[in-house]
């Protein structure tokens, strides 16, 4: 009963919330600015209220604090979360305020985010004393703590800007997002992880209602304040957890579309303007061929799905 009302609540709430939310962001003009360089069919989305993490996100910690025993770890998570969040927050507030497709400096961005990552990498390796990682097919394997130290700040770091690089499609990161969360929801009941289970069910159900009004065509987008704030959790959940590499496999799409970035910036670069896909992230190289966005998202759904059975066999 407990979980079936982790995943409703957040849902229901949002669902009936979330058209006073579209309605005030759209009062107080709080539109998408699109970037001049994206593809041209995106350019219809400019003025879509944006900031729409706000609402996953608020959703998830009010009902994190509210059904689930506040442990140290439980406390870091939603710490290292809120930290994103705010992060977010603030680089979506400076895109529209000053109408431009960049929000915060680089160096601004990076601050923040290596003081969410430090939450969790010290309480998880020096307080909670977690060293381990998780071998699929195998078992848990001891990194020791100075590896396990630098492996949390990549998986959080990374896993925030996996996320964020994957939403720029109606629906897709909230998409992938719900497969992912269900996935490590159930993995984590396999493992007897029952307060990991309630997060992931509690996100779930705020990322599903999300798609109420996301799904394409959107009539709000996540914003940085969702995408940053959900790939932190994801990564600090994994930490704890050692279940890096179960993120590693499950959240798959959050790492191609990763990749596809890592591969073309320093192509580009070093060819002199060639280019190895027509765009990055990698959906936007598939638009750019004449695929829908609705095709992508759920081409990319279905195979988030198929990963995340693969993760599960390796289970059981």
């Given amino acids: 009963m407990w979980y079936i009302l982790a995943y409703l609540l957040p849902l229901l709430l949002i669902i009936f919330s979330g058209n006073i939310f579209i309605n005030y962001i759209k009062k107080i003009n709080f539109g998408q600015q699109v970037r001049d360089y994206g593809p041209e069919s995106h350019l219809k989305k400019a003025g879509i209220p944006t900031m729409g993490g706000l609402l996953i996100i608020s959703a998830f910690l009010f009902f994190s604090m509210s059904l689930l025993h506040l442990n140290i770890e439980i406390i870091a998570i939603l710490l290292t979360t809120l930290i994103m969040a705010l992060t977010g927050f603030l680089d979506d507030f400076l895109k529209i305020k000053f109408e431009r497709s960049l929000g915060l400096r680089a160096w601004q961005k990076i601050i923040l985010q290596i003081a969410a990552a430090a939450v969790t990498s010290v309480v998880a390796v020096f307080v909670v004393n977690q060293h381990s990682i998780l071998l699929p097919f195998y078992a848990s394997y001891n990194l020791g703590a100075v590896t396990k130290f630098i492996l949390s700040f990549i998986v959080v770091i990374g896993s925030s800007n996996a996320v964020n690089l994957t939403d720029g499609l109606d629906g897709l990161a909230a998409g992938i997002t719900t497969v992912v969360t269900l996935a490590f929801a159930l993995l984590f009941y396999l493992l007897n992880l029952p307060e990991y289970s309630f997060l992931m069910l509690i996100m779930a159900g705020s990322t599903t209602a999300f798609l109420w009004y996301n799904a394409n065509p959107a009539s709000v987008f996540m914003g940085d304040v969702g995408s940053l704030a959900i790939g932190a959790f994801l990564g600090a959940a994994a930490v704890f957890t050692a279940a890096e590499l179960y993120l590693l496999i499950i ?20 060819t002199g303007g060639k280019r190895v896909f027509k765009m990055t992230p990698i959906h936007h190289h598939f638009e750019l061929t004449g695929l829908p966005e609705n095709k992508i998202v759920f081409r990319f759904v279905i195979i988030t799905i198929i990963l995340s059975l693969f993760a599960l066999l390796s289970i059981l």
Avoid: N, R, W
């Fill in 251 to 270: 959240g798959g799409i959050y790492v191609i579309e990763t990749l596809s970035v890592m591969i073309q910036v320093p192509y580009y670069k070093i």
